[in-house]
């Protein structure tokens, strides 16, 4: 599926997708994954939460987890969880790290050789 910008005399061909079974770009140079999300407001976005735990349902490969809170006249800086696999249990926010506003992810994958596959994200 290409992609074309409006207001064009002409429709040029501009980029395409990336598709799932695709592990490195046209050059053959390795794809990184890198997923940031928003901030999420788990209930009430004024109320200050105390997030517990985090569990990826990771099909395939390996996924390095980050997380920062929004502290509300900051946020903090990204806090490492480390890395999930297809066998990794919830891991626990850190008992200093795991009160705020609201939570972000950022959720990496550097696999050269599988295709990593990320399915879920729980929460609690």
Known sequence: DGRFYDNQATRTLRGSDIIPNMISDSNGTPV???????????????????????KLQVDEGDFFVSYKLDLGEKNSEWISLGTFTPNSMRKPLPSKGNEGYRISLKI?????????????????
């Open 32 to 54: 990184s994954t890198v997923l940031e999300t928003k901030f999420y407001e788990v209930g009430n976005p004024g109320s200050w939460k105390r997030f517990g735990a985090l």
């Open 108 to 124: 990496t994958s550097n696999s050269r050789d599988a295709i990593a596959r990320l399915s879920g994200v729980m929460l609690t």
